[in-house]
């Protein structure tokens, strides 16, 4: 494994950790500012959205993870697929956990300090 790919999969693996932690600041610090992502049923949206919609979720715990299935690094550009899991649990437990499951594309691009972020995301997440 490179050092390219190693440094990709512990940014997935810290996306997953600060997901679970609430920590929205630290996953925003993971995304290029031009980041867009796209997810079925509602137009592409950027990093600012993803901060808001991030931040509307202070009532929910979430808990996933993430099997990746390609790392490709071409670059200063990689891509991954991989199969994503992500459980939806509110806190105050008023409703079932809701498990969302599906393939993710991701391209990531290398910034001139050398850390890789996520420029690009489409997730095919279904309910189930």
Do not use: C, Y
């Not at 190693?6 to 610090?29: P, Y």
């Not at 202070?58 to 990746?68: L, Q, R, T, Y």
């Not at 105050?92 to 599906?102: E, I, L, M, Q, Y």
């Amino acid at each position: 494994m490179t050092d390219d790919e190693r440094a990709i999969r512990e940014l997935i693996d810290t996306w997953l950790a600060a997901s679970k932690a609430g920590e929205t600041a630290t996953v925003l610090g993971l995304m290029t500012d031009d980041a867009v992502f796209m997810v079925p049923g509602q137009k592409p949206f950027g990093k600012a959205a993803f901060g808001v919609a991030a931040e509307g979720q202070k009532n929910v715990d979430i808990d996933g993870k993430s099997e990746i299935l390609e790392l490709q690094v071409l670059g200063d550009w990689a891509f991954l697929r991989s199969q994503l899991e992500v459980t939806i649990t509110l806190k105050d437990g008023s409703a079932p956990p809701v498990r969302h499951a599906g393939n993710t594309l991701t391209i990531l691009r290398k910034e001139t300090d050398g850390r890789w972020l996520v420029a690009r995301d489409a997730s095919l997440l279904v309910k189930g």
